[in-house]
């Protein structure tokens, strides 16, 4: 009888110790997973916001070099021969220039009809019609207009302005920057790794 009763004490508390185990398994567990989701929701925020913080960053560096450019009265008059070939080769000491610098990728003349005249990027490629919307919504309001596209290779960020001569609207440029060297920025000393999708 008194062994019946020992056994029932130690499967008593055998039964009791596990469930000591399991419960405290079970909570620090659920603590573990709470903190960790915390800790990637927080990144996933910091992120985010470092992201809209680069976007905003470039696209004031975008505009401000557009608007320098457009009050260029030499480019504008080479602009204005109509002569593709000519504005090509004398624009290239400055596309280079905001390539090496400033990380800028595309430099584009396009037609007031949304034609593409001349890619300072890209000299074989032209006469293409222009349907982007950062395009169209500088059309439609006659200022600037930027955002993220989506292009043949990559995504880019864009910056268009309507191309004005004493007040007539003689065309639109448009700059642009691949973003990829977003994620090195992002990445910085987090080691996060990041991808665009």
Known sequence: MAFRIRTKLILIIAITLISF?????????????????????????????????????????????????????????????????????????????????????????????????????????????????TFKNARSSGQFASGIELGQTAFALRVVAPYYEDGKLIGYVELGEEIEHFLDRLKGKSKNEFAII
């Not at 419960?23 to 925020?45: A, R």
């Not at 000491?93 to 009809?113: G, Q, S």
Request: aromatic share 16%.
């Open 21 to 133: 185990l399991l419960t405290f398994s079970f909570v620090l567990n659920y603590v573990y997973e709470n903190n960790l989701n915390g800790m990637i929701l927080e990144n996933i925020k910091r992120a985010e916001d470092e992201f809209r913080d680069h976007i905003r960053e470039d696209s004031t560096m975008l505009s401000s070099t557009l608007e320098v450019f457009l009050n260029d009265k030499l480019f504008q008059d080479v602009y204005l021969t109509g002569n593709r070939e000519k504005l090509y080769n004398y624009g290239q000491p400055l596309f280079n220039k905001l390539r090496d610098k400033y990380e800028i990728t595309h430099f584009y003349f396009h037609h007031p009809d949304g034609r593409n005249f001349v890619r300072l990027h890209n000299r074989e490629v032209y006469g293409d019609e222009i349907n982007r919307i």
